[in-house]
Nanobody
Framework: QLQLVESGGGLVQPGGSLRLSCVAS????????IGWFRQAPGKEREGVSCISSSEGSTYYADSVKGRFTISRDNAKNTVYLQMNSLKPEDTFVYYC??????????????????WGQGTQVTVSS
């Protein structure tokens, strides 16, 4: 069974940093593109970042460019999301999911599967 598990969320003050991890089991992560998404209760899901399976191309939402960095460690079957300069508006549940490519669907998560359970990120003083 293909499964992704997120971790690393928590409470952080504005300007702080967190690193989220997305660990895969049941499949080889380097065969897939992995996207990070976030969602608040009652709100639309939004794409945060995506990393391709092959050359490791990366994509970011405008709202996080320059602050967030996505990376992958295929040996550990893990994708990371380093989040710096966090703002209160970054408060969401963050999810990772898999697809074959970071195509036109990544900003919304359409076509992505094996969604994890999510990890809560709260940015507050």
């Amino acid at each position: 069974q293909l499964q992704l598990v997120e971790s690393g969320g928590g409470l952080v003050q504005p300007g702080g940093s967190l690193r989220l991890s997305c660990v895969a089991s049941g499949f080889t992560l380097d065969d897939y593109a992995i996207g990070w998404f976030r969602q608040a209760p009652g709100k639309e899901r939004e794409g945060v970042s995506c990393i391709s399976s092959s050359e490791g191309s990366t994509y970011y939402a405008d709202s996080v460019k320059g602050r967030f960095t996505i990376s992958r460690d295929n040996a550990k079957n893990t994708v990371y999301l380093q989040m710096n300069s966090l703002k209160p508006e970054d408060t969401f549940v963050y999810y990772c999911a898999a697809d074959y490519i970071c195509g036109s669907g990544w900003p919304t998560g359409d076509g992505f599967g094996s969604w994890g359970q999510g990890t809560q990120v709260t940015v507050s003083s």
